[in-house]
């Protein structure tokens, strides 16, 4: 798609985001291209395109709302700019200058800023994982954090920054993004709406797919080999429907092989040096009000299936 955006236009918007406060890339104007967007006149003058369309007998049309103040791109372009041409005859082709100068500045840092993300920046299951020790050690470390993080649609640079000494847990959000503080790391990820529902596994069922992929059947022993995403209850202990939930506050299990010691569910994701994210992405395997088994990581020992156990069932999350 061709536009008519022309130098005039990437004056204005020099402007506008430089009394609004910006980055660099914000002061390198209107783009020549934009994904499928593409503007070839934005190295002529609105005068320029004007002249040549009188010319050529072109007709011309404008905007009624250009002539419109209660705009502020209007009141530079009626009352500033022509102020700025005043003080410098030459303006529109210095400008044309500095910004072709701040977009080779901005390509330098970009390229820098590639080279720094791939060495202290990890990706793994659409998170970003910021090395904060490493981060610090650079010489400019927030406008890196600027560069990687802007076009996640933040804006409260000062809380983002702060968030390198903040206590772990402390986030800041965008309109669809979370920076998070974990220890030794910041996350990126996008938000998400926490499920709230609770999800029930009838008596007889042997295969869900909400909100897990969830595998129950009867078997006559324990495997010695199975992982922890496998438990196996005796099926006189548990009561139906079970129940498959977050983590609530004031939740508490009896962890398997801990002797019978009550235990906390937010002590336990602490004790493991879970991420809020991670907390806020694991299940909870219920019966009645009672945890079974923190899906994937922790069975209960109360429901626990030994080899005097008559009637076990085998379940496993996929």
């Known amino acids: 798609m061709l536009t008519a955006h022309h130098l005039d236009d990437s004056i204005e918007t020099f402007l506008i985001n430089f009394t609004r406060g910006t980055g660099?890339?914000?002061?390198t104007g209107i783009p020549q291209e934009n994904g499928t967007v593409i503007r070839p006149l934005l190295n002529f003058t609105r005068n320029e395109i004007e002249n040549f369309a009188k010319e050529n007998n072109i007709l011309w049309r404008e905007d009624s709302s250009n002539a419109s103040d209660k705009y502020f791109r209007n009141k530079l372009r009626h009352d500033i700019i022509p102020i700025l041409k005043s003080l410098n005859p030459a303006f529109t082709d210095s400008f044309l200058q500095t910004i072709l100068n701040l977009q080779q500045s901005q390509s330098l840092v970009n390229d820098a800023s590639v080279l720094v993300y791939k060495k202290i920046v990890t990706e793994r299951e659409g998170q970003k994982y910021i090395n904060i020790d490493q981060l610090k050690r650079l010489p400019n470390c927030k406008a890196y954090l600027y560069q990687w993080?802007?076009?996640?649609?933040?804006?409260?640079?000062?809380?983002?920054?702060?968030l390198?000494?903040?206590q772990s847990g402390k986030q800041v959000l965008s309109s669809s993004y979370r920076l998070l503080k974990d220890r030794e790391v910041l996350i990126l990820e996008p938000l998400k709406q926490i499920d709230k529902q609770i999800y029930e596994?009838?008596?007889?069922?042997?295969?869900?797919?909400e909100p897990l992929i969830i595998k129950l059947q009867t078997t006559e022993g324990i495997s010695p080999d199975y992982t922890?995403?496998?438990?196996?209850?005796?099926?006189?202990?548990?009561?139906?429907?079970l129940f498959v939930r977050k983590w609530q506050e004031g939740d508490y299990f009896y962890p398997l092989g801990m002797n019978g010691q009550k235990k906390k569910v937010s002590k336990y994701f602490k004790d493991e040096k879970m991420s809020l994210s991670e907390k806020e992405n694991t299940w909870l395997l219920c019966s009645e009000n009672n945890v079974v088994w923190i899906v994937g990581k922790r069975?209960?020992?109360r429901f626990k299936a030994d080899d005097t156990t008559n009637l076990i069932l085998k379940i496993e999350v996929f």
Do not use: C, H, R
């Open 24 to 27: 660099l890339e914000g002061l």
């Open 149 to 162: 993080l802007s076009p996640f649609g933040f804006t409260a640079w000062n809380d983002i920054y702060d």
């Open 164 to 166: 390198m000494d903040a």
């Open 201 to 209: 596994i009838q008596e007889g069922i042997t295969e869900v797919n």
């Open 228 to 241: 922890k995403n496998t438990i196996f209850v005796n099926n006189n202990l548990i009561k139906f429907p």
């Open 299 to 301: 069975a209960d020992e």
